[in-house]
Structure formats: C-alpha cells, structure tokens
C-alpha cells in the first residue's frame, strides 16, 4: 500500500517537474512582457506595470495590426486549401490504390528530405514570374500539398470503413460525394490535427514569406518579431509582448481542437 | 451620334490616362530597406524630411528589415535574378559590404563619380565601403570603439577616469585587478565563443586576419598571438568575465555585475536606459597594445553605409538623395543625434553645438565629441570577402585556447579551416 503511494508520489512529483519545465518558458514570457526591458533583463520574475506602455510602444512603432491580419489570413486560406488537397490525395492513394500510385506516393515521401533552401532561389524565380510575389496565393501555394499531410491523411484513411463507401455506392452517392459527405464528417478528428499541425507551420513559417513578402503592407508576425530584434538596443518587454500575442491565435485553436487532436494523432476513426 | 459620342468618351478615357500617366512620372519614388526604428529608419525618415524640401517631387519610402532578413532577400533575388521587387537603396553591415560586391559585382552602384565628397567621412569608414578603388556606400554611423566605465566603482577603489585614458593594456590589467579586489567587481564582461573583443582589440593594432593579397594570415599572425595573450590575462585575474549571450551581456553592465564595458559607441544606446545609474558613467578610450607596433589606443566595431541598387530605376536621384542628406547635411545629423544617439561619421558635424553639448547621463562629459575624435584615430583595415568566416574561426580556436588547448595549435586549425572554406 505504502509503496503504491510513493509510486504515485513520485510519478506526480515527476509530472510537476515536466510541467513547470514546459511551462515556464511561456509563463515567464508574459511576465516579461509586462515589465520594461531593464527589468526584464535583471531577471524579474514578477509581473510588473509596463503591459500597457509595451503594448503603446509595439502598435506605434510597427504595422502590428496589418501583420496580425496578414498572418491570420495566410494561415487560415493555407490551412483550408492544404487540408482540401492533401486529404484528397490521401484519400484517393489509399482508397484507389494500385502499385503505381503506391510507387508515387513513396517518391512524394522522398520529397520530405528535400530541406527547403535547396528549392528556395528556383521557387522563388518562379513566383516572381507569375506574379505572385506578395499575395496570399504566393504565400499558400508551395505548402498546399505537403507529402507529411498526405501521408497523414493516406494512413488515417485505413481506419475509414470500406463498408461506408459500398453502402454510399449503392445508395447512388457519386465518388466526389463519398469524399466530401461520408469522408470529412467521419475524419473530422484527423481534419482537426492536420489543421493544427498546419496552422502553426503556416502561422510560424518565416523563410518563404520573408523572401516574397517584400512589401510592408505584405509583412508577417515572424517578420515582425524578427525586426524587434534587430536593433542595437533591444527592448525585451516589447519583443516579449509581441511573441507572447502572436502565440495565441495558434494556442487557441489547440485549444479549441485539443480533443480530436488528441484522437486524430493517434489515428482513431468514429 | 451615339457612335460619335462614344467615341469622345473613349478619347476622354485616353487623354485622361494619359495625363495620370505623366503625373505619376513626375513623382518618383524612392524605396529603402533598413533596420531598426529608433536608429537607422528614424534618421532616414528624416532625412526624407530634408530631401523633401530640395525636391518634393521624391517620394522616401523605407522597409523596416532585419539586416539578416535583407541579406536573405538580397542573396535570394539577386541569385534568382528577380531584382524588380529589390529597393533603390539598401542599409549594409559594413564587415559584409566587400562580400556582397564581390559575390555580386553587378548588382551595386558605384558612387565614385556620383559628386559625393567622401573625404568628408572618417577615413577608416571610407576604406571599409570601397571595393577595387570604387566607392559604394555612403558611410552612416560611427562605430568607433569606446571604453565605457562606472566612474563610482572607480572612485571606490581610489581610482578615476583619466587613469584608464591612453594607457595599455599592462595598466589596464593591472589597475583592473586592483578594482577586482577593493570592489570585487569585474570591468569587462564578454560572450563566450565570440570574438568581438578580439576583433576591437585586434582592428586597434591596424592589422586584420588577411594579408595584402587577400590570403588568411592567423597562424603566424604576432598581433593575434598577443591578443590572445592578453585575453587570457583578462580572464585569469577576473577582470573579464564570460557570460553567455548577448542578453546577459548587456544585462551584466545595467544591473552593474560589472563596471564597464568595452563596445561601438552604438553600445551607449544600451548602456543609457538604467536610469538609477545616470551621472556614474564616463567614456574613455581603449587601452593599447604596447608590444605590437603601431597600435593605438582606436578601434571600431559595427556600423553600417547606404548603399545604392544597380537595379534602381532612379540610381541618380538616389545617390543625389543621399548626397544631399547623409552626405551633406549637418542639420540631418544635429537632428538625429540627441533623439537616437545615432553618431555620424560625417566628420563636419563634429563641429556642431549638438554634438558639443554635455550628456547629463555621462556627468556631463561630452561624449559626442569624444567619439567623433576617436573615430579620425581609427586605423583603417581592410576587412575582406572572407571577414565573417574569419570571424567564426577565430571564436572556434578561443573556446579551444580557453579549454586547454595551446594557442598555436588552434591558430594552425584556425589557419586551415579558413583556407578551406575560402578555397
């Protein structure tokens, strides 16, 4: 009995530990962002009256809310427009199958070990020369279809039944129709995880946009947190502040998704 | 009639189009790409102001961009050839300006002929922006190094700041480990692995880490050697200490774990926000390396030039641009300075009321002054193509050195491993 309870004790005890370590990073990040920037560096741990004058400081020095707007709508049309395509392709790789397709979904897996500086110049050669530079197009297009979402969307459509799509067939339901009212209302958890997994990767991608968001009016969050650090003296409140916002449309959307997340991770189908 | 009056409707759509077309002829438009808001992008800004009164048809506009992001962007599109979107005129980090030149040679304009007068600059500065004997940058801010010190934890130990002025680096360390001792406060503090104070010291003795033909001179490099000597001095007797990263450097003089600070004179801008220390700070200039012939008591870290696009529609009227303000206005920089603190290296300046006007953070000292003289003592040095590959050898063979290692052994690795990344 007694051991049992230094078990638990001790499994708790190694759980708090986890958890302060993952959390205090985050914790002492808005902490931060309510001091002044000398406070900061000197190590404060408590929340201090700057909030406001960080935030006063932030707004009037940069385009803060032009940059919040234009991540939230590059995030959100490559969120849907990648989930759209790459569960399509997942769903025909693994519902259609046949050796060639099978063969071609293994060279799309090879394209995961293509790191994307390597295809960055021609890329971009390409966007200038269809005039994409410095839209949403632009920003949505080179992740759309992502060999990681197929292949998620490939082995979560196993656990799809086949059962459903024969009895779909039989009430006159077209391929198109399967997909779209039998497939996505039965895989919403996995549509959850790929649209959080995505969302944060568009939210936070830096290098594409850097690179074709060349006007200030096309700027990101990324980019602008990058020039917060950029000058020679750095004020930390601000620069805090400024992650400590951007973190959160990504925090709520986990949050909202946590359930089906969970679910869609570990591959379960309702 | 209804075809006669469409056609006078389409001649009136031609003619108006026209005449916007013209219009939007008139106005030109001047992009520029820099960073930081309460520096460089505050000084452009006014110096659109002034420009705007010599010729309002130009128009400034200005990017806010992370010198790391616009080399990015710059690398990017010059690489893929896509230079529409590249602006008239950009910011450079002058230890990458010869890099860039030379990986590009086409893609920067050359100002020697462009009527700016650049014996008006600090020479050493000049040197750092010319390429093959061609001027390609309009030289901005100063980074002449300077020595920055608590005159209170001096005063503690019975000393002040005329005995830390033109002396070399034996007194420095010796008075240094007597401030350690009565105060128990260190007077420098510096990122491990980084080389920054390396290289201040280093450009104080005028030589650098290439020969005149440009080959990697490290391992039998006598200056380096002394340096090195000194470093580990520094360290040994606890009058430098080592800290991690940038944060804790900066952190380590405003929360006063040590007493001083050696940097550009940028580093002022970091050293001014504690207001509890204001009137206990005074700038001083560097110790100098006795045993190395020809060093002095200058240096320079940091700083950055305008420089001017190939690529630009208008590359006069961005040159004239910058002639006219950075390179001809003493009003620009007596506006800038006390709001940013932004030093000029335009030496006429120096002669402004502004920059003679005592700094109260500084007891009064006028800094300003000081620091446009140390930046006429620079010496000049020639950084290179291969300066941040230097750089980042350097900082590997110190680790070695401060881990055990003998210096000429980590100097020879050092030595090789830049002939192979420049090979």
Known sequence: MNKQKLFRASKYGFLIFISFCSLFPLFWMFVAATNTSVDVLGGTLIPGFNLIENFKVLT??????????????????????????????????????????????????????????????????????????????????????????????????????????????????????????????????????????????????????????????????????????????????????????????????FLALQKNFAEGVTGSAK | ???????????????????????????????????????????????????????????????????????????????????????????????????????????????????????????????????????????????????????????????????????????????????????????LSAIAGQSDLLMIMMQSTGNWFFDQNGEPNIADNEPLKEIIRVYQELLEKEILVQINDWNQYISSFQSGTVAGTMNGAWIIGSIVPVKEQAGNWRITNLPRLANVEGATNYSNQGGSSWMVMANSEHPEIAADFLNQTFAGSKELYETILPSSGAIATYLPAGDSEVYNMPHPFFGGQKIYTEIIDYAAKVPEVDYGIYNYEARDTISTAITQIMSGQDIQSALDEAQSTLEFQMW
């Open chain 1, 60 to 253: 009037a020095n940069t385009n803060f809310y032009q940059a919040m707007w234009n991540s939230f709508k590059y995030a959100a049309v490559t969120t849907l427009a990648s989930l759209l395509v790459s569960s399509l392709a997942g769903y025909g790789f693994e519902i259609y199958h046949d050796r060639g397709k099978d063969m071609l979904m293994k060279v799309l897996l090879l394209s995961l070990m293509v790191p994307f500086a390597v295809i960055m110049v021609p890329l971009y050669m390409l966007f200038g020369n269809l005039g994409l530079l410095n839209t949403t197009a632009g920003f949505a297009l080179p992740t759309v279809s992502t060999a990681f979402l197929i292949f998620l969307f490939r082995q979560s459509s196993r656990n799809f039944p086949h059962e459903v799509i024969e009895a779909s067939r039989l009430d006159g339901l077209t391929e198109i129709g399967i997909f779209f009212r039998m497939f996505i209302p039965i895989m919403r958890s996995t549509y959850a995880a790929a649209a959080v997994i995505t969302f944060m990767n568009a939210w936070n991608n830096y290098l594409w946009p850097l690179i074709i968001m060349q006007k200030e009016s096309a700027k990101t969050m990324p980019l602008l947190i990058s020039n917060l650090t950029a000058g020679y003296t750095i004020d930390y409140g601000v620069l805090m502040l400024a992650v400590g916002i951007s973190i959160l449309p990504t925090l709520i959307l």
């Open chain 2, 1 to 187: 009639m209804k075809k006669k009056l469409t056609v006078l409707f389409l001649m009136i759509v031609m003619m108006a189009g026209f005449t916007t077309m013209t219009f939007a002829q008139e106005e030109t438009t001047i992009t520029v790409w820099c960073w930081d808001p309460n520096f460089n992008i505050y000084a452009m800004e006014e110096a659109a102001a002034i420009y705007k009164d010599i010729n309002p048809d130009v128009n400034i506009e200005i990017k806010e961009v992370a010198w790391e992001d616009l080399q990015t962007q710059l690398s990017t599109s010059l690489s893929a050839n896509q230079t529409d979107s590249l602006p008239d005129i950009i910011l450079m980090q002058d230890n990458a300006l010869a890099k860039n030149v030379n990986s590009f040679p086409n893609a920067f304009y050359d100002l020697s002929d462009s009527g700016i007068e650049f014996d008006k600059f600090a020479n050493f500065k000049v040197e750092l922006t010319k390429v093959d004997g061609k001027n390609y940058a309009v030289p901005f801010d100063n980074g002449a190094a300077i020595n920055a010190m608590r005159v209170d934890v001096l005063e503690e130990a019975g000393y002040t700041i005329e005995d830390f002025t033109n002396i070399t680096w034996e007194e420095f360390i010796e008075k240094g480990s007597d401030v350690k001792e009565k105060t128990g406060k260190p007077l």
